[in-house]
């Protein structure tokens, strides 16, 4: 039904008594499709840049004020808020009000003079896709808020999967109970529900290795998700962590790409998860052009400026990093985590949708985030088929060659610019839609091609909105694998090539850092891609 503008965010201006110049402005945002309260993020910047946080006004609800920068422009100052109305103090004078839920909701944004006098403000806040409705359940699997934040974060930015670290160590040989930099108590390894398709799995460990032997020396990151108990050993050696995880049913997410140890850790720990958008995609501006920019190979070609990556440089060296990986027999599926906490970035700004059919439960999305049932999107959204069957269907055929038939539909609030077919990391299709016009609001696609394969291999679909200032924001399936009798997979020589140089340079400056069964691990995963090398082009 049509609601009012008017009834959305209902915001009453009382000047206060005395000489205090502040007005008191309340105001409760409101779904337009059903007229109910609903929980958001909110941003409220004054003319002057000044940010102003406001509070829950309602005893059961809550508001949690987020404050991170990076350099002088990349600035995240936001408050989350139940489904509760708020209150806040502002001077007279103009503000722009921004509100945001997820990636489903239409952002709301205004300029909005506030006055001594009673006035009321129209705000809507509308839902433009409802995911869940197709089977679609998002998540973020790497979150350093605390846990007791949870509930309304999962809320405020409809996300339907949190994974909130409960131990975090980046000492190396070092427990993560003895030196959690977490100081929250260990939780239950249990789902907690927030409601029937939002909740939190709280029983989660990063080790973010800096420093061996108290001094510094950096190893890299790797997420343990969905542990059933405590893990209280250090790393590294590496091997025997992964393999108490996987026993207990914890999955393994690569963090970053980059990180010095990453080539080692992906064959050694049997990675489960690559993480396309990682906590480096941020809502405000790129702000790490410099961070291993020594880790990225001449044969990527990335995009880079005398300061070091740019957006597009950096997120172009994950996605290639991903399809080396792929290319060399590692079916790490995709992943997003935002690392909110840390970094000036919104919990949930880049997230994966898992597609989950019938009733959703955590297991479930469990099972299919690991089975690649998925797209990760720091945008757009995407429902993509591949013969008709999801993302991380792996397709066995009894001829000498075959076709893969991809259908779907991408959208987004944002003008869309190009999508592309990759095989094998190779772009085999490209359609151009910087002229689509958008339809209340939205940008849509139908995709219906198909692709061939000569012999076994691999195929993702990704795209990229347009944006004028060339910010980046993607959304990307999981690979699909094709396996054709008596012609497998070639990799690529260039791509081994550069995991053999970076483990052959990570044991050059380990030599006398790190102890023996751990240099021998890194030897073993240099044998792995050296046995490749021989049968690669």
């Given amino acids: 039904m049509h609601v009012s503008i008017r009834s959305f965010l209902i915001i ?6 005395g000489f205090a110049q502040d007005v008191k402005v309340r105001g409760t945002i409101l779904d337009s499709d059903t007229g109910k309260p609903v929980a958001a993020r909110i941003y409220i910047q004054g003319a002057d840049g000044k940010w102003y946080f406001p509070k829950s006004d309602d005893a059961t609800g809550t508001a949690f004020e987020y404050k991170r920068q990076a350099g002088t422009s990349s600035i ?3 408050v989350t808020l139940s489904a509760h109305p708020f209150v806040v103090d502002l001077p007279p004078g103009k503000y722009t009000f921004l509100v945001e839920r997820g990636k489903e909701y239409l952002p709301f944004e205004k300029v909005i003079e506030i006055s001594k006098s009673q006035e009321s403000i129209q705000i809507p806040i509308r839902r433009w896709t409802n995911m869940v409705s197709h089977g679609w359940y998002s998540g973020d699997v790497h979150a350093h808020r605390p846990l007791a934040e949870m509930p309304n974060l999962v809320m405020a930015e409809d996300l339907n999967v949190a994974m909130p670290l409960s131990h975090w160590v980046t000492a190396s040989e070092t427990s993560p109970v003895s030196g959690n930099r977490v100081k929250d ?3 239950k390894a249990e789902w ?3 409601d029937a398709t939002h909740g939190i799995y709280p029983l989660n460990t990063e080790y973010e290795v800096f420093t061996v032997g108290g001094k510094s020396h950096t190893l890299g990151a790797v997420l343990i998700c969905g542990q059933k108990s405590v893990i209280d050993q250090g790393v590294p050696p590496v091997r025997r962590i992964a393999e108490r995880a996987h026993a207990e049913g914890a999955f393994l997410d690569l963090e970053k790409h980059s990180w010095a140890w990453s080539p080692m850790i992906v064959p050694l720990m049997k990675v489960d998860l690559f993480e396309l958008a990682n906590n480096h995609c941020w809502r405000t501006q790129f702000g790490f052009p410099a961070w291993t920019v020594d880790a990225a190979p001449k044969s990527m070609n990335l995009e880079m400026t ?9 997120i172009d060296f994950g996605l290639k990093s991903y399809y080396a990986y792929l290319n060399c027999g590692f079916r790490m599926m995709p992943s997003a985590g935002t690392g909110a906490g840390v970094h000036p970035v919104p919990f949930g700004f880049g997230r994966v949708y898992v597609h989950v059919p019938g009733d959703f439960t955590y297991e479930k999305w469990r099972t299919n985030l690991l089975a690649g049932r998925s797209f990760v999107t720091t945008g757009p959204l995407m429902r993509m088929t591949f013969n008709d069957a999801d993302a991380g269907e792996t397709f066995r055929v009894t001829g000498d060659s075959t076709t893969v038939k991809v259908s779907g539909v991408i959208e987004s609030v944002s003008k869309l610019g190009r999508v592309e077919i990759l095989r094998d990391g190779d772009v085999v299709w490209t359609g151009s839609f910087v002229d689509l016009k958008p339809r209340d609001g939205v940008y849509s696609v139908k995709i219906n091609q ?3 394969f000569e012999r076994s291999g691999w195929m993702v679909v990704r795209c990229f909105e347009s944006h004028e200032d060339k910010r980046v924001r993607f959304a990307h399936t999981a690979p699909v694998f094709v396996e054709i009798p008596n012609k497998p997979a070639i990799p690529r020589k260039f791509e081994v090539e550069h995991f053999v140089d970076r483990i052959e340079k990570e044991l050059a400056r380990h030599k006398g850092v790190l102890n023996a ?6 030897n073993e995963a240099l044998q792995i891609y050296r046995r490749l090398l021989p049968i690669s082009r």
Avoid: N, R
């Fill in 12 to 17: 009453a201006l009382f000047a206060s008594s």
């Fill in 76 to 78: 995240e100052q936001h």
């Fill in 185 to 187: 108590p260990a939780p």
């Fill in 192 to 194: 907690i529900p927030v």
């Fill in 306 to 314: 005398d300061k070091g990556f740019t957006e597009w440089g950096w």
């Fill in 450 to 452: 198909e692709i061939s």
């Fill in 517 to 522: 069964d751990t240099i021998d691990e890194y």
